[in-house]
């Protein structure tokens, strides 16, 4: 609308009203093993399933407007994951929801928010992720704290990486200690475990895969239950919690769904508060 109470139009013709949601999810249990673009396919058809207002790409072969954060690496479980949907008119809260019905077991939409027009991509937002690894081989809480002592005060924690396939399969060396903003000894469903937080910037990522194979040297990633806790996001010099808020909301917007504060947020003890950057 241009104040008029008339729709929009552009040469004539009535232009599409684009909003913008953030949506938080979970993927956990047997969906961890599903691979990122099976998750988006399935995904997809949920909203659609659901009667979802999708707003399209415009020219031959129109597509859901649809932008995910970084991918969760295979066999990780993720409690707070982010993914933006296009509407093509304000959407009622209890539609999030009722998109749960078409989701498998272990895949489910928690909380959404509309962003606004311009919200930034979440791959630029998220800079870094919490991660929880939980050994499933007998380590003490010494042994890990020694573990993380050591991992925060070496300069340098080298790994291969995976074989590069577009360099005939050439395998490199990399050093991952600068990509360590935070590491240690955590409680996790009565296990010890440690909690890490990973930088996520592009060509600077640290993959938990890097992680495990540098701090628990001749263990296999299938020896860890790995979890990322929490997408990370710069504010000031901090890293904070990526959550989904009604920014620049539509005046007929009924969205209003941002989730409560996380342990993290609100400082908890034994939780991690916002981290800094320097």
């Known amino acids: 609308a241009d104040g008029s109470g008339e729709p929009a139009t552009v040469n004539g013709a009535q232009k599409e009203?684009?909003?913008a949601y953030?949506?938080?999810?979970?993927?956990?249990?047997?969906?961890?093993?599903?691979?990122?673009?099976?998750?988006?396919?399935?995904?997809?058809?949920?909203f659609v399933a659901s009667s979802f207002p999708l707003a399209y790409t415009k020219g031959f072969h129109p597509s859901p407007r649809f932008s995910f954060g970084p991918p969760l690496p295979f066999g990780v479980i993720g409690e707070?994951?982010?993914?933006?949907?296009?509407?093509?008119?304000?959407?009622?809260?209890?539609?999030?929801?009722?998109?749960n019905a078409f989701l498998p077991q272990?895949?489910?939409?928690?909380?959404?928010?509309e962003t606004g027009p311009a919200g930034t991509s979440l791959n630029v937002l998220i800079e870094g992720g919490r991660y929880v690894f939980t050994p499933l081989f007998d380590c003490t809480r010494e042994e890990l704290a020694r573990i993380c002592d050591e991992a925060m005060n070496t300069p340098e924690i080298t790994v291969a990486t995976a074989p590069d396939t577009t360099d005939a399969g050439r395998q490199t060396v990399k050093n991952i200690r600068p990509l360590i903003r935070h590491c240690s000894v955590v409680e996790n469903d009565s296990r010890w475990g440690i909690e890490a937080v990973l930088s996520l910037l592009?060509?600077?990522?640290?993959?938990?895969?890097?992680?495990?194979a540098g701090v628990f040297p001749g263990r296999r990633f299938a020896d860890v239950i790995v979890t990322r806790k929490?997408?990370?996001?710069?504010?000031?010099?901090?890293l904070v919690p990526v959550v989904t808020v009604n920014?620049?909301?539509?005046?007929?917007?009924?969205?209003?769904?941002?989730?409560?504060?996380?342990?993290?947020?609100?400082?908890?003890?034994?939780?991690?508060?916002?981290?800094?950057?320097?």
């Open 22 to 46: 953030r949506i938080r999810y979970v993927k956990s249990g047997a969906m961890r093993f599903l691979g990122h673009r099976d998750m988006i396919s399935v995904i997809n058809r949920a």
């Open 106 to 113: 272990g895949l489910s939409i928690v909380g959404a928010g």
């Open 247 to 278: 920014k620049q909301p539509h005046p007929n917007s009924p969205v209003s769904q941002a989730r409560p504060p996380s342990p993290t947020e609100r400082g908890e003890e034994g939780h991690l508060p916002a981290l800094s950057l320097r």
């Open 17 to 19: 009203e684009v909003l």
């Open 80 to 99: 707070s994951e982010f993914f933006d949907v296009a509407a093509s008119c304000p959407v009622a809260p209890g539609l999030f929801s009722s998109i």
């Open 230 to 238: 929490e997408c990370l996001k710069s504010e000031g010099d901090k």
């Open 202 to 212: 592009p060509k600077a990522t640290c993959r938990p895969s890097e992680f495990v």
